[in-house]
């Protein structure tokens, strides 16, 4: 790398990729996808100095859309892949994407764990409520009774109250963002990647081949920014409750945030007093006189 360029202020041109977007026109990836690089810029973050963790989905299918440290893993398994990257070098800021399918199906066991350790990472939830990749199935936090692909009379089960189970794990960091709102998803983006435990963001997004009921402009008219209308993001109960009444309005903003809880590095006696990261001390060891023992 180039010492003048290291010097240089990082500019949206240097998170530009030559790989063409693929989402259906009128897909909320667009929006999120554009105020994550106004994040990192504004943040004055340069494409190597972050790591960008993407889950299977159509939210993965941003991977190779942006240009940086880029990292496309298993369906649902994003976020301890995240967390063991920003375990391994904590001076690297490291945001993980997932789908609503992915992360509250299989993946939601490591949701549980990473909010409950708080990993010092950025976890954006991109939430179409459908398998969107997969042609439209329905995830864990469709509506019940809406048809869909492989459920044309609605799912059986209950849909999962999602933010009553983030507040349920005592969480660090919950925000909440609407796709078609690039100022404010960016101002959230910046606090997120800046808190210092997990920062849990849902995105609400519009799908449009496959999500009919909770479109762009059914969003755009029930959206509010909380923040701006005087909510405090240190009240809990407050926070808990504005965020579970989704019917008539949707609020969106920073919704619940705490700085006093020490993250889970902090907490990792053996790494106490240490200045180096687990990657400045890879380096080969003689391991012969092990070997002796096992002959």
């Not at 180039?2 to 010097?7: D, E, S, V």
């Not at 889970?264 to 400045?280: A, H, I, S």
Request: net charge negative.
């Amino acid at each position: 790398m180039n010492i003048a360029l290291q010097t240089q202020p990082p500019a949206l041109s240097d998170y530009y990729s030559e790989t063409k977007c693929i989402w259906c026109d009128g897909c909320g990836n667009y929006g999120i996808w554009s105020a994550v690089k106004y994040a990192l810029v504004e943040l004055n973050l340069h494409p190597w100095q972050v790591c960008l963790c993407y889950d299977v989905g159509c939210n993965g299918n941003g991977s190779d859309k942006i240009e940086g440290y880029r990292f496309h893993g298993l369906h649902g398994r994003v976020i301890p892949f995240a967390a063991g990257a920003k375990l391994a070098n904590m001076k690297a800021p490291v945001i993980a994407f997932g789908g609503d399918g992915g992360t509250f199906s299989e993946g939601v066991g490591h949701l549980v764990h990473g909010v409950r350790s708080n990993y010092p990472i950025t976890f954006v939830l991109h939430n179409n409520t459908n398998f969107g990749l997969t042609t439209g199935q329905a995830s864990s936090l469709t509506p019940q009774g809406q048809p869909m692909n492989t459920s044309p009379y609605g799912i059986p089960e209950h849909t999962l109250a999602s933010m009553d189970l983030i507040f349920s794990l005592n969480p660090t960091f919950v925000a909440r963002g609407f796709s078609g709102d690039i100022k404010l998803i960016t101002r959230i983006l910046k606090a997120a990647i800046q808190h210092r435990g997990f920062a849990f963001v849902e995105m609400l997004q519009a799908c449009p081949t496959y999500n009919h009921f909770a479109t762009h402009e059914y969003l755009l008219n029930r959206y509010f920014d909380a923040n701006a209308d005087g909510h405090d993001p240190g009240n809990l109960q407050q926070a808990r409750a504005l965020a579970a009444q989704v019917q008539d309005r949707i609020a969106c903003g920073i919704l619940y945030q705490r700085e006093d809880i020490p993250h889970f590095y902090d907490r990792l006696v053996p790494r106490q007093g240490l200045e180096t990261t687990c990657v400045e001390e890879v380096r080969r060891y003689d391991v012969s006189e092990y070997w002796k023992e096992l002959v």
